[in-house]
């Protein structure tokens, strides 16, 4: 599987500073923060969560009897150890590289709910084969974010995030915070499967950096405990397809897409939610799953090929093709960055899905571009 494998380098390649440096305390030392400097203590937790939480579904095929190469699964045990590792570091207060999870600052909570958001998507790899002591010094860690006020807007589904991981755990946990969350949402909702970020409309790709997924693995994790959030699972996946056939067609004929609003030098992290679609075989009926991994494929090579993507260390550099740093806001560190590593959700599909095994499909503008005659996009 030639594709796969381009993935898996490209992930490997961003993946190893963060985990090999807090495997051996040594992140704070080594990461080179940028950005706002009262910030620079939230950075390692940024840097780790968002890792975590794009590479979790490939970890957790380490606890699937899934089909892979030899050499691929060779690759999977070691990281699944390292990323264990990596976790024990960061809740650890006798660590060096032990991670600010509560500040004045409300920066933490972010990453508290990104970091859970990786448990919940590899719960072998990253909850149940964890040592007794790293478990309570997470479920301390997850707690510990409860004191930061999410603001109002896309922040509340941090605060969710954290409770319905306590609730995984079997933990207590407050299901006004869950329930607060989704239903804002749901007020929020503007149609044609997009979002406010609170009650305005803001044209970024938020619905596919933290709305929208983070909304899909809430109702996944709660439909069983709570038939209200059950009840909700319809209307949010629909809104999900949608809004994944829109962030396909965002993707032009050469592998490039729209640098609209913050946070773009999260680079190919905007494609969260449609990999995620991707991974629970939710995808539309428009859109095919090889369709999705050509598309994909085409937007990883083309962001990788800059020259300037690392800096001299194998750091990410600010930037969306390269280096670029007046496209980083001011809350945007080194550790901010690792987001990108969201496209990979899919790799948690294993290699005889139909994701990776069927042959390549041109993906929208490809088609309407090389003059197919195709059908019109209608808004749901």
């Known amino acids: 599987m030639m594709v796969r ?7 490997l390649k961003i993946i190893n500073p ?19 400097p009262e910030r620079v203590k939230f950075s390692y937790l940024e840097a780790f969560a968002r890792t975590l939480n794009g590479i979790a579904p490939w970890l957790e095929l380490n606890s699937k009897s899934a089909d892979l190469s030899d050499s691929e699964r060779s690759v999977l045990q070691k990281y699944a150890k390292l990323a264990r590792k990596a976790l024990s570091k ?13 500040d004045q600052i409300r920066q933490p909570l972010v990453d508290t709910a990104f970091l859970a958001q990786a448990i919940i998507r590899a719960p072998h790899e990253l909850w149940y084969k964890l040592e007794s002591e790293t478990k309570e010094m997470l479920i301390k860690s997850l707690k510990n974010s409860r004191k930061i006020k999410p603001y109002y807007c896309n922040w509340l589904l941090f605060s969710a995030m954290v409770e319905i991981t306590l609730a995984f755990m079997g933990e207590e946990y407050d299901t006004v915070r869950i329930d607060y969350a ?59 397809q949608r809004y994944g056939e829109i962030l396909e067609k965002m993707i032009a004929p050469d592998g490039t897409f729209p640098a609209l609003g913050r946070s773009i030098t999260y680079r190919f992290g905007v494609f969260q939610l449609l990999t995620q679609l991707a991974l629970k075989e939710k995808l539309p009926y428009s859109l095919k799953p ?37 496209l980083g ?14 496209v990979f959700l899919a790799l948690g599909l294993a290699n005889d899905s139909n ?26």
């Open 18 to 36: 963060v985990l090999n440096n807090l495997s051996q305390e040594t992140l704070k030392l080594n990461l080179p923060v940028q950005g706002e």
């Open 182 to 240: 989704l239903r804002e949402h749901q007020s929020w909702y503007l149609g044609d499967g997009v979002y406010g970020d609170g009650p305005e409309f803001h044209f970024d790709y938020y619905n596919s950096f933290v709305i929208q997924p983070m909304l899909l693995d809430i109702v996944d994790v709660m439909k069983d405990k709570d038939s209200e959030i059950a009840a909700l699972e319809k209307d949010i996946v629909k809104r999900a």
């Open 329 to 342: 806001e001011p809350y945007i560190n080194t550790g901010s960055l690792y987001l990108i590593n969201e």
């Open 355 to 380: 994701f990776w095994s069927n042959p390549e499909r041109q993906w929208s503008s490809q088609k309407i571009w090389n003059g197919e005659n195709v059908a019109a996009d209608h808004a749901l």
């Open 290 to 326: 090889a369709q999705i991994r050509t598309a994909l494929t085409a937007v990883i090579q083309r962001v990788m090929a800059a020259d300037t993507l690392f800096d001299q260390n194998g750091w990410l550099t600010i930037g969306l093709y390269g280096k670029q740093p007046d």
């Open 90 to 102: 960061a809740v650890d207060p006798a660590s060096a590289d032990h991670m600010v999870f509560a």
């Open 5 to 11: 494998k381009v993935w898996l380098k490209a992930m």
